[in-house]
């Protein structure tokens, strides 16, 4: 089994950037389908970006495309989730998420282990 540790999240003005960690500890995350996922006050849930266990195909949502970038060190057991050109819109708990399963997984319901999350707000 697989744990998940978020970091990186803080306080931003709109325009800039923040890198997110998600460090794996029991398992090594070259394994696992990584995902991103944020949710707001009062809103769902929403999945950012993922990618994939195999040949490393990542996905975006619309909103964040040209802005974030997710990658992945296997030597440090990590995967991140570079933001930049942040906006009001992007505040929300950020949560990484594993998965065995192959594949471009965009939904929440692919992933059977969940970090922590950590906290981004953007605001002037």
């Known amino acids: 089994q697989v744990q998940l540790v978020e970091s990186g999240g803080g306080s931003v003005q709109p325009g800039g950037s923040l890198r997110l960690s998600c460090a794996a500890s029991?398992?090594?995350?070259?394994?696992?389908?990584i995902g991103w996922f944020r949710q707001a006050p009062g809103k769902e849930r929403e999945g950012v970006s993922c990618i994939s266990r195999d040949d490393g195909s990542t996905y975006y949502t619309d909103s964040v495309k040209g802005r974030f970038t997710i990658s992945r060190d296997n030597a440090k057991n990590t995967v991140y989730l570079q933001m930049n050109n942040l906006k009001p819109e992007d505040t929300a708990v950020y949560y990484c998420?594993?998965?065995?399963?192959?594949?471009?997984?965009?939904?929440?319901?692919?992933?059977?282990?969940w970090g922590q999350g950590t906290q981004v707000t953007v605001s002037s």
């Open positions: 029991g398992r090594t995350l070259d394994r696992y389908a």
């Open positions: 998420a594993a998965s065995v399963w192959y594949g471009v997984l965009r939904s929440a319901s692919n992933y059977d282990y």
